[in-house]
């Protein structure tokens, strides 16, 4: 009986952007490709990428509006053509890119009459409009519009909600995703009697940032997920009687990480994120937004400094008490 000999390909993995077009300001496409994989692996890498190229990259958006010109967000403006509700939904399409952490400020201060586009935002240094033509309003008699606006950097997207409406500011649905789809398909070949595949990856992003720069986030945040399982399964820490102390952190481990600056259980700690922890939209982004991005910082926050933060309640805290089960 003659035994067939399976030759093991020893190329090591290859990728190529193949194709690469700009059909708008806001409408970049690429494709791209990846070789040589075994039978399997072109589907284990291609959802993953895809799920971390929508929900994992960080984009930048107008997230609120404010203006005494805005009475309500259905009227309409003597002098302005479109309504408010319309404006609104023009500064949720204005595409934004920047290295902002956090939120920040901008404004449109402009007299009519005369049409206002994104160029006529004013924006900080760190901000960059992607396409200065988009449309916002159109003046038709000789009015002042300000506007003051809430720029914000953040991933996934944000529905606004009725209760956080008030006479003169007005929060808008924040898409914050740059990546608008992508796709993912496997082409599945033999090579040597070795059944090989090729992932084929389609990119389409709002202009913000390129398909390859996308593809190059997305890869950092997987790598960055799978971090902590390259280090030493970690022990579950309690407090005394399972019951937090006033003014002391969430976990009693600050004082063990006192002990050494960079300490392996403290690296390992700092590469998981919030956003790896089953937290209602609203916890999340309040933490986001006082800098409580990693499972240390949260560690080393008390109770009282939590509670202190503005809106955040004593049943917000117990959630994340639950969640992370102390």
Not at 82 to 103: F, P
Not at 166 to 191: C, E, G, K, L, Q
Not at 226 to 240: D, Q, S, V, W
Request: proline letters at 5%; aromatic letters at 8%; hydrophobic letters at 40%.
């Amino acid at each position: 009986m003659v035994q067939e000999k399976v030759i093991v390909s020893t190329r090591p993995l290859q990728w190529k952007c193949v194709e690469s077009r700009a059909d708008s300001k806001r409408l970049y496409y690429g494709r791209f490709i990846l070789a040589p994989l075994m039978r399997g692996q072109a589907d284990t890498i291609g959802i993953a990428i895809r799920r971390a190229l929508l929900g994992e990259i960080e984009g930048t958006c107008i997230t609120c509006a404010k203006s005494e010109k805005l009475p309500h967000e259905y009227s309409t403006i003597v002098g302005i053509q479109e309504s408010v509700h319309e404006i609104l939904m023009n500064l949720k399409e204005i595409v934004l890119r920047s290295n902002l952490y956090g939120t920040c400020d901008a404004s449109i201060s402009i007299k009519g009459p005369g049409y206002v586009t994104a160029n006529d935002i004013i924006l900080p240094p760190s901000v960059e409009i992607v396409d200065k033509t988009q449309h916002i309003a159109n003046l038709t008699e000789s009015i002042n519009l300000c506007i003051e606006l809430q720029i914000e950097r953040n991933r996934g997207y944000r529905i606004k909600t009725p209760k956080n409406f008030t006479n003169i500011s007005y929060p808008i649905d924040a898409i914050f995703m740059p990546v608008r789809n992508a796709n993912h398909s496997i082409h599945s070949y033999v090579n040597r009697n070795e059944k090989q595949e090729l992932l084929f990856l389609e990119i389409w992003t709002n202009g913000s940032l390129t398909p390859k720069e996308a593809l190059h986030e997305a890869s950092r945040s997987l790598i960055d997920l799978f971090i902590p399982f390259l280090n030493a399964e970690e022990e579950t820490f309690h407090l005394e009687n399972n019951k937090p102390k006033e003014n002391l952190p969430l976990f009693n481990f600050h004082g063990k990480l006192a002990k050494s600056k960079k300490t392996k259980k403290e690296i390992a700690l700092k590469s998981l994120f919030i956003d790896q922890l089953e937290f209602p939209p609203k916890v999340y982004n309040w933490l986001k937004k006082y800098n409580i991005n990693t499972f240390l910082d949260l560690l080393t926050n008390s109770q009282e400094d939590l509670i202190k933060i503005k809106d955040f309640h004593r049943e917000d805290v117990k959630h994340i008490m639950d969640v992370l089960e102390i």
